[in-house]
Protein backbone atom coordinates (compact mmCIF):
# COMPACT_ATOMS: atom_id res chain seq x y z
CA UNK A 1 0.00 0.00 0.00
CA UNK A 2 2.84 2.46 0.47
CA UNK A 3 4.08 2.38 -3.14
CA UNK A 4 0.52 3.50 -3.80
CA UNK A 5 0.28 6.16 -1.39
CA UNK A 6 2.82 7.42 -2.73
CA UNK A 7 2.29 7.09 -6.19
CA UNK A 8 -0.87 9.00 -5.43
CA UNK A 9 0.56 12.12 -3.50
CA UNK A 10 2.84 11.98 -6.49
CA UNK A 11 0.29 12.33 -9.10
CA UNK A 12 -1.80 14.87 -6.41
CA UNK A 13 1.30 17.16 -6.51
CA UNK A 14 1.59 17.34 -10.05
CA UNK A 15 -2.34 17.85 -10.47
CA UNK A 16 -1.61 21.13 -8.68
CA UNK A 17 1.21 21.99 -10.43
CA UNK A 18 -0.42 21.76 -13.30
CA UNK A 19 -3.64 23.57 -11.76
CA UNK A 20 -1.67 26.55 -11.55
CA UNK A 21 -0.15 25.91 -15.08
CA UNK A 22 -3.66 25.93 -15.85
CA UNK A 23 -4.42 29.55 -14.87
CA UNK A 24 -2.98 30.39 -17.90
CA UNK A 25 -4.36 27.78 -20.14
CA UNK A 26 -3.07 26.74 -23.62
CA UNK A 27 -4.82 25.12 -26.62
CA UNK A 28 -6.39 21.98 -26.33
CA UNK A 29 -4.28 20.18 -29.30
CA UNK A 30 -2.72 17.17 -27.27
CA UNK A 31 -4.72 14.54 -27.10
CA UNK A 32 -3.55 10.68 -25.97
CA UNK A 33 -5.97 7.82 -26.74
CA UNK A 34 -5.57 4.63 -25.08
CA UNK A 35 -7.22 1.40 -26.21
CA UNK A 36 -7.86 -0.68 -22.98
CA UNK A 37 -5.73 -3.76 -22.57
CA UNK A 38 -4.14 -5.50 -25.79
CA UNK A 39 -1.83 -8.41 -26.46
CA UNK A 40 -1.84 -11.05 -23.23
CA UNK A 41 -5.02 -9.50 -22.14
CA UNK A 42 -8.24 -9.66 -24.04
CA UNK A 43 -10.05 -7.61 -21.62
CA UNK A 44 -14.10 -8.68 -21.12
CA UNK A 45 -14.64 -11.57 -24.34
CA UNK A 46 -18.23 -11.45 -26.09
CA UNK A 47 -19.84 -14.17 -28.09
CA UNK A 48 -17.61 -13.87 -31.06
CA UNK A 49 -15.39 -10.24 -29.62
CA UNK A 50 -12.58 -9.56 -27.77
CA UNK A 51 -12.87 -6.10 -25.84
CA UNK A 52 -8.75 -5.44 -27.08
CA UNK A 53 -10.26 -5.64 -30.59
CA UNK A 54 -13.16 -3.45 -29.97
CA UNK A 55 -11.19 -0.73 -27.96
CA UNK A 56 -8.18 -0.55 -30.43
CA UNK A 57 -10.68 0.01 -33.15
CA UNK A 58 -12.86 2.39 -31.85
CA UNK A 59 -9.20 4.50 -30.81
CA UNK A 60 -7.63 4.12 -34.01
CA UNK A 61 -10.99 5.37 -35.90
CA UNK A 62 -11.46 8.52 -33.05
CA UNK A 63 -7.74 9.36 -33.46
CA UNK A 64 -8.45 9.51 -37.30
CA UNK A 65 -11.25 11.82 -36.83
CA UNK A 66 -9.39 14.29 -34.64
CA UNK A 67 -6.37 14.59 -37.66
CA UNK A 68 -8.98 14.76 -40.66
CA UNK A 69 -10.99 17.28 -38.82
CA UNK A 70 -8.76 18.88 -36.61
CA UNK A 71 -5.05 19.05 -37.93
CA UNK A 72 -3.86 21.28 -35.29
CA UNK A 73 -4.34 18.37 -32.93
CA UNK A 74 -2.08 16.28 -32.15
CA UNK A 75 -2.54 12.67 -31.27
CA UNK A 76 -0.53 10.15 -29.61
CA UNK A 77 -1.61 6.53 -29.07
CA UNK A 78 -0.53 4.23 -25.83
CA UNK A 79 -1.15 1.21 -28.41
CA UNK A 80 -1.52 1.47 -31.77
CA UNK A 81 -1.51 -2.73 -32.50
CA UNK A 82 -2.52 -5.85 -30.53
CA UNK A 83 0.68 -5.60 -27.60
CA UNK A 84 0.33 -5.55 -24.07
CA UNK A 85 1.15 -2.55 -21.99
CA UNK A 86 0.90 -1.82 -18.59
CA UNK A 87 -1.81 0.32 -17.07
CA UNK A 88 0.66 2.47 -14.81
CA UNK A 89 2.75 3.10 -18.31
CA UNK A 90 -0.08 4.30 -20.28
CA UNK A 91 -0.70 7.38 -18.08
CA UNK A 92 2.95 7.76 -17.78
CA UNK A 93 3.23 8.19 -21.69
CA UNK A 94 0.37 10.97 -21.20
CA UNK A 95 2.63 12.48 -19.19
CA UNK A 96 5.41 12.42 -21.08
CA UNK A 97 3.87 13.96 -23.75
CA UNK A 98 1.98 16.52 -21.86
CA UNK A 99 -1.31 15.77 -23.37
CA UNK A 100 -3.90 18.35 -22.54
CA UNK A 101 -6.55 15.31 -22.46
CA UNK A 102 -6.27 11.61 -21.87
CA UNK A 103 -9.14 9.07 -23.17
CA UNK A 104 -9.52 5.65 -22.05
CA UNK A 105 -11.64 3.09 -24.42
CA UNK A 106 -13.09 0.28 -22.95
CA UNK A 107 -16.01 -2.20 -23.41
CA UNK A 108 -18.51 -3.72 -20.82
CA UNK A 109 -19.71 -6.86 -19.35
CA UNK A 110 -22.37 -7.86 -16.76
CA UNK A 111 -23.12 -11.13 -15.42
CA UNK A 112 -27.34 -10.19 -16.76
CA UNK A 113 -27.18 -10.13 -20.65
CA UNK A 114 -29.92 -7.85 -20.72
CA UNK A 115 -27.21 -4.89 -19.68
CA UNK A 116 -27.10 -2.40 -22.03
CA UNK A 117 -25.41 1.08 -22.81
CA UNK A 118 -23.15 3.34 -22.50
CA UNK A 119 -20.83 5.06 -19.68
CA UNK A 120 -18.36 7.36 -18.91
CA UNK A 121 -16.08 7.12 -16.12
CA UNK A 122 -13.62 9.77 -14.09
CA UNK A 123 -11.37 9.12 -11.55
CA UNK A 124 -13.33 9.47 -7.77
CA UNK A 125 -13.86 7.44 -4.91
CA UNK A 126 -15.61 4.08 -5.42
CA UNK A 127 -19.35 3.85 -4.33
CA UNK A 128 -21.40 1.08 -4.36
CA UNK A 129 -21.20 -2.33 -5.53
CA UNK A 130 -21.55 -1.96 -9.15
CA UNK A 131 -18.96 0.69 -9.30
CA UNK A 132 -16.67 -1.56 -7.60
CA UNK A 133 -17.28 -4.14 -10.05
CA UNK A 134 -16.25 -2.15 -13.15
CA UNK A 135 -13.16 -0.46 -11.60
CA UNK A 136 -12.33 -4.35 -10.26
CA UNK A 137 -13.18 -5.70 -14.01
CA UNK A 138 -10.86 -2.71 -15.69
CA UNK A 139 -7.94 -2.89 -12.68
CA UNK A 140 -7.43 -6.73 -12.91
CA UNK A 141 -5.37 -5.66 -16.05
CA UNK A 142 -3.07 -5.30 -13.98
CA UNK A 143 -2.66 -9.12 -12.94
CA UNK A 144 -0.88 -9.58 -16.16
CA UNK A 145 1.69 -7.42 -15.57
CA UNK A 146 4.85 -9.56 -14.63
CA UNK A 147 5.55 -7.44 -11.47
CA UNK A 148 2.26 -6.04 -9.90
CA UNK A 149 3.07 -6.28 -6.67
CA UNK A 150 6.09 -4.39 -6.87
CA UNK A 151 4.83 -2.28 -9.40
CA UNK A 152 1.35 -1.13 -7.26
CA UNK A 153 2.88 -2.17 -3.97
CA UNK A 154 0.38 -4.83 -3.10
CA UNK A 155 -2.40 -3.43 -4.60
CA UNK A 156 -4.89 -6.28 -4.41
CA UNK A 157 -7.55 -5.22 -7.75
CA UNK A 158 -10.07 -7.60 -6.50
CA UNK A 159 -9.86 -6.90 -2.53
CA UNK A 160 -12.68 -4.07 -1.92
CA UNK A 161 -10.31 -2.58 0.95
CA UNK A 162 -7.93 -1.40 -1.89
CA UNK A 163 -10.45 1.32 -2.76
CA UNK A 164 -10.34 2.93 0.40
CA UNK A 165 -6.77 4.71 -0.99
CA UNK A 166 -9.19 6.94 -3.69
CA UNK A 167 -10.78 8.22 -1.24
CA UNK A 168 -8.70 10.27 -0.26
CA UNK A 169 -7.54 11.57 -3.78
CA UNK A 170 -8.90 14.80 -5.19
CA UNK A 171 -8.48 15.68 -8.48
CA UNK A 172 -7.36 19.03 -9.39
CA UNK A 173 -9.17 17.99 -12.99
CA UNK A 174 -12.21 17.01 -11.77
CA UNK A 175 -14.46 19.38 -13.51
CA UNK A 176 -12.67 19.49 -16.55
CA UNK A 177 -12.89 15.59 -16.61
CA UNK A 178 -16.73 15.47 -16.01
CA UNK A 179 -17.19 18.26 -18.30
CA UNK A 180 -15.68 16.16 -21.35
CA UNK A 181 -17.33 12.75 -19.72
CA UNK A 182 -20.59 14.76 -19.89
CA UNK A 183 -20.38 15.45 -23.98
CA UNK A 184 -19.14 11.99 -24.48
CA UNK A 185 -22.41 10.89 -23.18
CA UNK A 186 -24.43 13.28 -24.27
CA UNK A 187 -23.19 12.16 -27.93
CA UNK A 188 -24.22 8.99 -26.84
CA UNK A 189 -27.40 9.28 -25.83
CA UNK A 190 -28.50 12.53 -27.88
CA UNK A 191 -27.24 11.94 -31.59
CA UNK A 192 -26.73 7.50 -31.62
CA UNK A 193 -30.31 7.33 -28.94
CA UNK A 194 -27.83 4.68 -26.76
CA UNK A 195 -29.13 3.70 -23.48
CA UNK A 196 -27.46 6.70 -21.35
CA UNK A 197 -26.16 5.40 -17.95
CA UNK A 198 -24.49 8.21 -17.32
CA UNK A 199 -20.97 9.73 -15.73
CA UNK A 200 -19.66 7.44 -12.91
CA UNK A 201 -16.58 7.66 -10.76
CA UNK A 202 -14.31 4.91 -9.27
CA UNK A 203 -10.53 4.61 -8.57
CA UNK A 204 -9.69 3.19 -12.21
CA UNK A 205 -5.58 2.82 -12.22
CA UNK A 206 -5.28 3.61 -15.19
CA UNK A 207 -6.41 7.13 -14.69
CA UNK A 208 -5.22 8.03 -11.39
CA UNK A 209 -1.88 8.78 -12.68
CA UNK A 210 -2.88 11.13 -15.92
CA UNK A 211 -1.77 14.69 -14.85
CA UNK A 212 -4.61 15.95 -17.37
CA UNK A 213 -8.19 15.97 -17.62
CA UNK A 214 -8.86 11.86 -17.96
CA UNK A 215 -12.07 9.69 -18.69
CA UNK A 216 -12.68 6.27 -19.29
CA UNK A 217 -15.44 5.30 -21.66
CA UNK A 218 -16.99 2.20 -21.37
CA UNK A 219 -18.53 2.16 -25.17
CA UNK A 220 -21.08 -0.92 -25.06
CA UNK A 221 -21.65 -4.20 -23.69
CA UNK A 222 -20.14 -7.45 -24.95
CA UNK A 223 -22.19 -9.06 -22.55
CA UNK A 224 -25.45 -8.05 -24.96
CA UNK A 225 -25.64 -10.10 -28.25
CA UNK A 226 -27.44 -7.17 -29.43
CA UNK A 227 -24.80 -4.35 -28.40
CA UNK A 228 -22.00 -7.05 -29.35
CA UNK A 229 -23.23 -6.84 -32.95
CA UNK A 230 -23.52 -3.42 -33.34
CA UNK A 231 -20.17 -2.85 -31.31
CA UNK A 232 -18.06 -5.26 -33.72
CA UNK A 233 -19.86 -3.71 -37.03
CA UNK A 234 -18.09 -1.21 -39.19
CA UNK A 235 -20.91 0.95 -38.99
CA UNK A 236 -21.44 0.88 -34.93
CA UNK A 237 -17.75 1.65 -34.14
CA UNK A 238 -17.56 4.43 -36.98
CA UNK A 239 -20.98 6.03 -34.64
CA UNK A 240 -19.23 5.41 -31.86
CA UNK A 241 -15.71 7.29 -32.85
CA UNK A 242 -17.55 9.78 -34.12
CA UNK A 243 -19.63 10.73 -31.15
CA UNK A 244 -16.27 10.90 -29.18
CA UNK A 245 -14.74 12.89 -31.55
CA UNK A 246 -17.51 15.64 -31.28
CA UNK A 247 -17.39 15.41 -27.50
CA UNK A 248 -13.61 16.40 -27.49
CA UNK A 249 -13.96 18.98 -30.41
CA UNK A 250 -16.65 20.53 -28.27
CA UNK A 251 -14.92 20.60 -25.07
CA UNK A 252 -11.84 21.73 -27.14
CA UNK A 253 -14.16 24.84 -28.27
CA UNK A 254 -15.29 25.69 -25.28
CA UNK A 255 -11.66 25.41 -23.42
CA UNK A 256 -10.58 27.42 -25.72
CA UNK A 257 -13.25 29.99 -25.80
CA UNK A 258 -12.94 30.36 -22.03
CA UNK A 259 -8.80 30.88 -22.90
CA UNK A 260 -9.59 33.48 -25.25
CA UNK A 261 -12.00 35.08 -23.06
CA UNK A 262 -9.69 35.54 -20.09
CA UNK A 263 -6.46 36.70 -22.73
CA UNK A 264 -9.14 39.24 -23.36
CA UNK A 265 -10.04 40.07 -19.83
CA UNK A 266 -6.76 40.60 -18.91
CA UNK A 267 -5.71 42.94 -22.04
CA UNK A 268 -9.09 44.96 -20.84
CA UNK A 269 -7.73 45.25 -17.46
CA UNK A 270 -4.28 45.84 -18.94
CA UNK A 271 -5.18 49.04 -20.78
CA UNK A 272 -7.11 49.81 -17.53
CA UNK A 273 -4.24 50.47 -14.93
CA UNK A 274 -2.54 52.00 -17.81
CA UNK A 275 -5.18 54.61 -18.01
CA UNK A 276 -5.61 54.89 -14.17
CA UNK A 277 -1.56 55.84 -14.23
CA UNK A 278 -1.91 58.39 -16.79
CA UNK A 279 -4.62 60.09 -15.10
CA UNK A 280 -3.41 59.82 -11.68
CA UNK A 281 -0.42 61.32 -13.07
CA UNK A 282 -1.76 64.16 -14.42
CA UNK A 283 -3.56 64.70 -10.85
CA UNK A 284 -0.71 65.42 -9.64
CA UNK A 285 0.19 68.17 -12.24
CA UNK A 286 -3.12 69.69 -11.83
CA UNK A 287 -3.84 69.65 -8.24
CA UNK A 288 -1.30 72.10 -7.28
CA UNK A 289 -2.85 74.24 -9.95
CA UNK A 290 -4.95 76.96 -9.81
CA UNK A 291 -8.73 75.53 -10.04
CA UNK A 292 -10.37 78.21 -11.78
CA UNK A 293 -8.09 77.08 -14.45
CA UNK A 294 -9.98 74.91 -17.17
CA UNK A 295 -9.48 71.07 -16.69
CA UNK A 296 -10.96 68.04 -18.33
CA UNK A 297 -11.83 64.72 -17.06
CA UNK A 298 -13.72 61.54 -18.46
CA UNK A 299 -17.77 60.93 -16.87
CA UNK A 300 -18.05 57.40 -17.17
CA UNK A 301 -20.96 56.72 -14.52
CA UNK A 302 -24.32 58.36 -14.13
CA UNK A 303 -26.17 56.81 -10.81
CA UNK A 304 -28.63 57.77 -7.96
CA UNK A 305 -26.35 56.50 -5.77
CA UNK A 306 -23.27 57.76 -3.74
CA UNK A 307 -20.22 55.57 -4.69
CA UNK A 308 -17.38 55.32 -2.53
CA UNK A 309 -13.32 54.49 -3.70
CA UNK A 310 -12.80 50.81 -4.40
CA UNK A 311 -16.98 50.14 -4.64
CA UNK A 312 -17.10 47.22 -7.31
CA UNK A 313 -19.36 49.80 -9.34
CA UNK A 314 -16.01 51.89 -10.11
CA UNK A 315 -14.58 48.85 -11.00
CA UNK A 316 -11.23 49.61 -9.54
CA UNK A 317 -10.95 52.61 -11.03
CA UNK A 318 -9.18 55.24 -8.60
CA UNK A 319 -9.63 59.10 -8.69
CA UNK A 320 -12.59 59.13 -8.73
CA UNK A 321 -14.60 62.39 -8.23
CA UNK A 322 -18.16 63.30 -8.68
CA UNK A 323 -20.61 66.26 -9.20
CA UNK A 324 -24.26 66.81 -8.62
CA UNK A 325 -26.22 67.29 -11.65
CA UNK A 326 -30.43 67.12 -11.88
CA UNK A 327 -30.17 64.82 -9.51
CA UNK A 328 -27.98 62.30 -10.14
CA UNK A 329 -24.20 62.04 -9.39
CA UNK A 330 -21.95 61.89 -11.80
CA UNK A 331 -18.50 60.04 -12.05
CA UNK A 332 -15.66 61.40 -13.28
CA UNK A 333 -12.18 59.90 -13.70
CA UNK A 334 -8.79 61.80 -14.10
CA UNK A 335 -7.94 65.95 -14.45
CA UNK A 336 -6.15 66.55 -17.72
CA UNK A 337 -5.44 70.44 -18.38
CA UNK A 338 -4.87 68.44 -22.03
CA UNK A 339 -7.69 67.51 -24.14
CA UNK A 340 -5.88 64.80 -26.36
CA UNK A 341 -4.77 63.15 -22.99
CA UNK A 342 -8.54 63.43 -21.68
CA UNK A 343 -9.88 61.90 -25.08
CA UNK A 344 -6.91 59.25 -25.09
CA UNK A 345 -8.25 58.63 -21.40
CA UNK A 346 -11.54 58.06 -22.14
CA UNK A 347 -10.91 55.84 -25.50
CA UNK A 348 -8.83 53.48 -23.41
CA UNK A 349 -12.03 53.75 -20.55
CA UNK A 350 -14.45 52.82 -23.40
CA UNK A 351 -12.48 50.19 -24.32
CA UNK A 352 -12.90 48.42 -20.74
CA UNK A 353 -15.60 48.46 -18.55
CA UNK A 354 -17.10 51.93 -19.87
CA UNK A 355 -18.73 51.77 -22.80
CA UNK A 356 -20.40 55.09 -22.76
CA UNK A 357 -17.40 57.21 -21.10
CA UNK A 358 -16.73 60.72 -22.56
CA UNK A 359 -14.43 63.98 -22.00
CA UNK A 360 -16.34 66.53 -19.87
CA UNK A 361 -15.12 70.08 -19.06
CA UNK A 362 -14.94 72.11 -15.71
CA UNK A 363 -14.02 75.80 -14.70
CA UNK A 364 -13.74 76.40 -10.74
CA UNK A 365 -15.49 72.70 -10.27
CA UNK A 366 -18.45 73.57 -12.92
CA UNK A 367 -18.87 71.66 -15.46
CA UNK A 368 -19.30 74.27 -18.63
CA UNK A 369 -20.24 72.70 -21.93
CA UNK A 370 -16.96 70.95 -24.37
CA UNK A 371 -17.86 73.67 -27.34
CA UNK A 372 -17.17 76.23 -24.91
CA UNK A 373 -14.26 74.62 -23.25
CA UNK A 374 -12.85 74.20 -26.72
CA UNK A 375 -13.54 77.85 -27.12
CA UNK A 376 -11.33 78.67 -24.36
CA UNK A 377 -8.56 76.14 -25.73
CA UNK A 378 -8.40 78.13 -28.93
CA UNK A 379 -7.73 81.52 -27.06
ZN1 LIG B 1 -11.50 -2.66 -20.15
Known sequence: MR?????????????????????????????????????????????????????LKLALKLGNYIKQNLPDVEVIYTRKTDVFVELYKRAKIANKEKADVFISIHCNAASSTSAVGTETWIIGATKGERNLAIAQKENSAILYEADYEKQYDNFDPNSPESYIIFELFQSAFRAQS????????????????????????????????????????????LSNLEEEKYLMSEQGQNEIASAIYRAFKEYKFQMEK??????????????????????????ETVGAENNAELIFGVQFLTSKNVFKNGSTELKGLKNVWRYKDNGYYKYVSGKFKNIDEANAYAKKLRGSDFKDAFVVAFVDGKRIPKRKALKMLRK
Open 258 to 283: IDEQAKQENTKHDSLLAAQKLAEANV
Open 178 to 221: ESLAAKVQNQFSNRLHRVDRGVKEAGFLVLVAATMPSILVEAGF
Open 3 to 55: HIIVFLILALSLHINFDLAAQTYKKIDRVVIDAGHGGKDPGTVGKKSSEKDVA
